[in-house]
């Protein structure tokens, strides 16, 4: 009998260990769990087209607080969407919720910059190189694209974006090429506002393509060498598609202060902006300052003023 009270006894004082031990666990994951549902209830609104107007439109008076000018806007924006991965880890999530997050900040950069007077927003969405990641997450990626195309249609008629897709694409599924070829087609008609995503994409690749459809077309008697000058190696790249090809402004957001075999040629004279900024967290205050920093700057294209 005294044996089986220790037993009792001890169990007993078990008890309140064992209720603070998961205490302790819960309020550990508190953060993670918390932030989870932050991001999922974002992606919901998302997904049923809710939205708050004033987190997506700069003002007037906001404008003027910033000193931006919208005649001195680039025509050209152009990003490299970094950071997706680190924001997702450092998130306690998983790699797709960190693309879904970073495709989620993409539409939003896009109509901020479009409701700025900006014209084209190009988009390095996945470069050659991404082939060599892990498979689930290209697959992943993939599938993000095909379904954001699809699902945002509606988004870009009512918007009237048009909507190109510039790389090698030779690897892409089926599927995402056919969605691919349906977007652009339903979309070519509109002029003023144009997003082009590099999927595929590799500033060499580009060069290379360029260089191969010149050799053709001179050995097919269209082109002689007096004609190959800077104007037909650029209308021979692959941003042949936008009214205005090389970009303005390059933004790179997660700390990263490098090009990566993007628009190797388009990039010549383009103003350069690097943030520490992780993309999914790269609002619409950031983009201001990245404008801000644009408009002080003096573009003289290698000449003196």
Request: proline share 3%; net charge neutral.
């Amino acid at each position: 009998m005294p044996s089986l009270i220790r037993s009792i006894l001890f169990r007993l004082l078990l008890i309140p260990y064992f209720f603070i031990a998961n205490l302790v666990c819960f309020l550990l994951s508190l953060p993670k769990i918390l932030r989870f549902n932050k991001l999922k209830a974002s992606q919901d609104d998302d997904d049923n087209g809710e939205r708050d107007e004033g987190s997506y439109v700069v003002g007037k008076e906001e404008l003027r607080q910033t000193g931006l000018q919208r005649e001195l806007m680039p025509r050209h924006v152009a990003v490299i969407m970094d950071g997706n991965r680190r924001w997702a880890e450092r998130a306690g999530l998983m790699t797709s919720q960190g693309h879904k997050a970073g495709a989620k900040r993409l539409k939003q950069f896009a109509e901020l910059c479009f409701g700025l007077g900006i014209h084209t927003v190009s988009a390095f969405a996945f470069s050659t190189e991404n082939w060599g990641r892990n498979k689930i997450e290209v697959k992943c990626i993939m599938s993000l694209i095909q379904y954001q195309l699809k699902s945002k249609l509606k988004d870009l008629h009512r918007e009237e974006i048009r909507v190109s897709v510039i790389g090698n694409l030779a690897k892409i599924p089926e599927s995402l090429h056919r969605t691919i070829q349906e977007m652009e087609e339903a979309t070519k008609i509109y002029k003023n506002r144009h997003l082009i995503l590099a999927i595929d994409y590799s500033g060499r690749f580009d060069m290379l393509h360029a260089c191969k459809s010149i050799v053709k077309k001179a050995e097919n008697g269209l082109v002689r060498e007096e004609d190959v000058d800077e104007a037909l190696i650029e209308r021979e790249l692959l941003t042949n598609c936008t009214e205005f090809p090389n970009p303005d402004l390059l933004i790179r957001t997660s700390g990263e202060e490098r090009i990566s075999n993007f628009f190797l040629w388009q990039l010549a004279y383009t103003e350069l902006f690097f943030t520490p900024v992780l993309w999914p967290d790269f609002d619409k205050d950031n983009l201001l300052e990245a404008l801000v920093s644009y408009q002080r700057r003096e573009r003289r294209f290698g000449c003196r003023v």
